[in-house]
DNA sequence: ACTAGATATATCACGGTGTTATGTAGTTGG
DNA sequence: CCAACTACATAACACCGTGATATATCTAGT
C-alpha cells in the first residue's frame, strides 16, 4: 500500500553536498544537542566506524566540534557549530520548500487528505525512529511557524 | 509541515544488501521493461556513469541483462533476469511487510487517515518523479512497454 | 558518400560512505 | 590490582557517486 509511496523524499533533493546520513545527523544534533559518537551511529543505523568517519567530515567542514566528555574519557561529545546550526536552518527550509512546491500542484482535497494524515504521519515516523518524538522544532535560534 | 516526515521509508529497511538506488533500478525495470542506460540514470537522478557502473554490479550479480538495441547500434537494453524479477518481488514483499507491521501500531483512526491520504502520496510520488505515473504493478509477470 | 556534430555508453581518477575486523585507551567491579 | 567491558579510532575493502574524457554509432548537411 504505501509500499514505495515513502520514496518521496528520496527525489526531494536540496542543492546541498551533504549525504542523507550527514544532513540526518546535524538535524538529530539539533534536536537533542551534544551526542556520543555511537548514540548518533545507532540513531543513524550505521556502524560507529561510519560514525566517526561522518563526524570527522562534519568537523573538518566546520559542521561539529567534537569535545571530551567531562563524565567519561573514552567518550567524545558531538555537537553543532554555529556553521552547523545554520546548514539545518538552511536546508530545513529548502526541503519545507520543495515539499511546498510539490504539495501546491495537488488538488485541495488530496491536500486536505494529507492535512488530516498529518498526525498518522508522524507517528508513522516515530514509530520507524523507535525511540523519542524526534523533535523537528529548530529550537536553536527562531522558530519556524508553521502553516497549513 | 511534511518536511522530515516523509523520511519514514528512509528507517524501513529490508535485510537486502542492494542500495537504495539499486533496489529502484530494479522495481523500474521490472515496471518499464528493458531500458537504456541513460533513461535509467535520468530516472533515478543518478550520472551515466553512475548507472554504467550500477548496471554492471548488477549483471555480475545476476540481476539484470544488457542485450544490444536493435535500434540503436551505441544502446545497450537493460533488463531483468528472472533472479532480478525475483528480487524485486521479494522486496517488494519484505518491505509492504515492514509498513504494515508499522502500520498497525497506528490507531484505526490515523489508519483511516493515512488510507484517505493514499491518492495524495500517490500522486506525490508522481510529481516527485515528474515522469509518466510509476506503475507499481504488483504482479512480477512480463512487462511490454509502448515504444515512442 | 563524406564529414561534422550529436548521442550512448564506457573508462578513468578521485572522494565520500558503508562494511567487518581489530587496536587502544578509559571505565568498572570483583 | 586486574580482567572484562566500553567508546572510539584505524585499516582494508567494496560500493556509489562525481566530472572529464574516449570510443563507437547515428544523423544531417553538402
Given at each position: 500500500m504505501l509500499d514505495a509511496l515513502l520514496s518521496v523524499g528520496r527525489r526531494i533533493d536540496i542543492g546541498?553536498?551533504?549525504?542523507?546520513t550527514a544532513a540526518y545527523t546535524l538535524a538529530t544534533l539539533?534536536?537533542?544537542?551534544?551526542?556520543?559518537?555511537?548514540?548518533?551511529?545507532?540513531r543513524e543505523?550505521?556502524?560507529q566506524p561510519a560514525m566517526t568517519g561522518l563526524v570527522q567530515r562534519l568537523q573538518a567542514s566546520g559542521h561539529v566540534?567534537?569535545?571530551?566528555?567531562?563524565?567519561?574519557?573514552r567518550s567524545v561529545l558531538v555537537g553543532l557549530t554555529d556553521a552547523g546550526?545554520?546548514?539545518?536552518?538552511?536546508?530545513?527550509?529548502?526541503?519545507?520548500?520543495?515539499?511546498?512546491?510539490l504539495v501546491d500542484r495537488l488538488d485541495a482535497d488530496e491536500q486536505q487528505a494529507l492535512q488530516q494524515a498529518l498526525p498518522a504521519l508522524r507517528r508513522l515516523t516515530?514509530?520507524?525512529?523507535e525511540v523519542q518524538p524526534m523533535v523537528t522544532t529548530t529550537r536553536s535560534t527562531h522558530h519556524r511557524k508553521e502553516s497549513a
Open positions: 546541498s553536498s551533504l549525504s542523507r539539533d534536536a537533542l544537542g551534544p551526542s556520543r559518537v555511537t548514540d548518533l551511529a545507532e543505523a550505521v556502524s566540534r567534537r569535545d571530551a566528555d567531562p563524565a567519561d574519557g546550526r545554520a546548514l539545518v536552518a538552511e536546508r530545513r527550509l529548502a526541503y519545507a520548500d520543495a515539499v511546498a512546491r516515530e514509530l520507524a525512529y
